[in-house]
């Protein structure tokens, strides 16, 4: 059985920093694109962060350039979401996903994760 397992979420003050990791099991994602998305109460889910399956190309929502940063480690089938300065605004159920090719939109990854909450005071 093949599953996404995020951690990571809490509460934090704004300006302050997360990191999330998202555990994979049943298969190994070689070749896979990882990607974070995020969804507010109310909103759609929207496209976070994605990096290849040799880290060697990363893609970023413009709302988080600068404060986010994606990386993985293969051997541990492990994809992180490093969040600084930490905005009102991040707040969000976010999802992990799994894909053949980096891609911005949801429709293009075939694995999800079950989602962790962050939330940012203010």
């Known amino acids: 059985q093949v599953q996404l397992v995020e951690s990571g979420g809490g509460l934090v003050q704004a300006g302050g920093s997360l990191r999330l990791s998202c555990a994979a099991s049943?298969?190994?994602?070689?070749?896979?694109?990882r990607a974070w998305f995020r969804q507010a109460p109310g909103k759609e889910r929207e496209f976070v962060a994605a990096?290849?399956?040799?880290?060697?190309?990363?893609a970023y929502a413009n709302s988080v350039k600068g404060r986010f940063t994606i990386s993985r480690d293969n051997a541990k089938n492990t994809v992180y979401l490093q969040m600084n300065s930490l905005k009102p605004e991040d707040t969000a159920v976010y999802y992990c996903?799994?894909?053949?090719?980096?891609?911005?939109?949801?429709?293009?990854?075939?694995?999800w994760g079950q989602g962790t909450q962050v939330t940012v005071s203010s």
């Open positions: 049943g298969r190994t994602f070689a070749g896979y694109t």
């Open positions: 990096i290849s399956w040799t880290g060697g190309s990363t």
């Open positions: 996903a799994a894909g053949p090719l980096l891609r911005q939109v949801v429709s293009g990854y075939d694995y």
